[in-house]
Nanobody, 116 residues
Framework: QVQLVESGGDLVRPGGSLTLSCAAS????????MNWVRQAPGKELELVAG????????TYRGSARGRFTISRDNAKDMLYLQMNNLTSEDTAIYHC?????????RGPGTQVTVSS
């Protein structure tokens, strides 16, 4: 079955950087659109970025544009999110999602906390 496991979340200071990873298994990863979404406490699920099956095009929403980079390694069935210049507004649980970001299969998430 589909399995998505995120890692890389941490406590980081404002202005810092993190790279999140998502290990995928149980499906043809190289053929699927993938997304990163996040959910902050008390807020709705929010799309962060998406990437086509072959790595292009990519799309970013809101404040992620210009600060975050989504990428993938189809040989390793891995999805990544490089995050720079983090702010407290980026504090959330980050999930990788297969196919449609609102309803697709997603992993349990990894916690990112931005605080001084």
């Amino acid at each position: 079955q589909v399995q998505l496991v995120e890692s890389g979340g941490d406590l980081v200071r404002p202005g810092g950087s993190l790279t999140l990873s998502c290990a995928a298994s149980g499906f043809a990863f190289s053929r699927r659109y993938m997304n990163w979404v996040r959910q902050a406490p008390g807020k709705e699920l929010e799309l962060v970025a998406g990437i086509a099956s072959d790595g292009s095009p990519t799309t970013y929403r809101g404040s992620a544009r210009g600060r975050f980079t989504i990428s993938r390694d189809n040989a390793k069935d891995m999805l990544y999110l490089q995050m720079n210049n983090l702010t407290s507004e980026d504090t959330a649980i980050y999930h990788c999602v297969k196919d449609t970001w609102r309803t697709g299969d997603r992993g349990p998430g990894t916690q990112v906390t931005v605080s001084s």
